[in-house]
């Protein structure tokens, strides 16, 4: 489930934001928030199901396995069963919009501090990854303690046979039942799992770019030598001809 949600969540966010860089001619705030939104909801929309399944597994307290959850689903509700909760995922999209949001804003801060002390921002270096696992850090400890009830309300919805019915009557239902809190019930844990995944994986993605970045460069400049010296091989030939010749004639 996490291979298939960071896959599809980078090529997303990667390709949605060189596009509009591109439209735009420049990158600004609109961007990381339009990149962050259709990469959430790319991803949200294709991994609900593994998702709901997952949550499924852990709840029940019979011995299923995967399939017959996945018979069980499909025979009550159809296909529209898998997405039970979907509501809920699309509104923690503004959890990822403002952790990316963010972490942008703090990337390009790091890279103007490197640049500044002479460190290359594109070099994978232990400097730069231990910067990127800060700025990752600090952008998704705001973001999911901004944005946590989403996750409550997800799985409440995707509990079978409860009271949970629609996204805002599960929010009423927590609010006048639990009050506040009961939005945040598990948010200690969710941090201690979530903030060291992500500025892992963050960091580990900002490196590796930076590396196939480098040894692209690298290869095309090698190509271009590679490709000029024959050219300046002919150039002397030619040259020691015509020499050859003048004297000759002299």
């Not at 294709?46 to 307290?61: A, E, G, V, Y």
């Not at 460069?217 to 002919?234: I, K, M």
Request: overall charge neutral.
């Amino acid at each position: 489930v996490c291979l298939a949600f960071r896959a599809i969540y980078f090529f997303a966010y990667a390709n949605t934001k060189s596009f509009l860089v591109d439209a735009m001619e420049r990158e600004t705030p609109l961007v990381h928030v339009t990149s962050a939104a259709t990469a959430g909801i790319a991803m949200s929309t294709c991994t609900n199901p593994l998702w709901f399944i997952k949550t499924r597994l852990q709840l029940d307290s019979r011995d299923l396995r995967t399939t017959d959850i996945i018979r069980e689903v499909y025979r009550q509700n159809g296909l529209r069963g898998f997405y039970k909760g979907i509501s809920a995922s699309y509104v923690g999209v503004s959890e990822t919009i403002v952790h990316f949001v963010i972490y942008e804003q703090l990337k390009a801060q790091i890279q103007l501090m490197q640049t500044n002390l002479a460190h290359s921002p594109d070099d994978p270096g232990i400097f730069n990854f231990v910067s990127y696992l800060g700025a990752a850090a600090c952008s998704k400890s705001c973001a999911s303690t901004l944005c946590y009830p989403h996750e409550v309300l997800r799985t409440r919805l995707r509990e079978e046979g409860t009271k949970y019915k629609t996204l805002v009557q599960t929010f009423k239902t927590i609010l006048s039942e639990e009050s506040y809190r009961g939005l945040y019930r598990g948010l200690l844990t969710h941090l201690i799992r979530q903030i060291p995944n992500t500025a892992i994986m963050m960091a580990t993605y900002e490196i590796v770019v930076a590396f196939l970045s480098d040894s692209s460069s690298q290869s095309v400049t090698t190509t271009e030598v590679s490709t000029l010296a024959p050219t300046r091989v002919l150039i002397k030939s030619a040259d020691n001809e015509v020499n050859s010749t003048t004297a000759a004639e002299v």
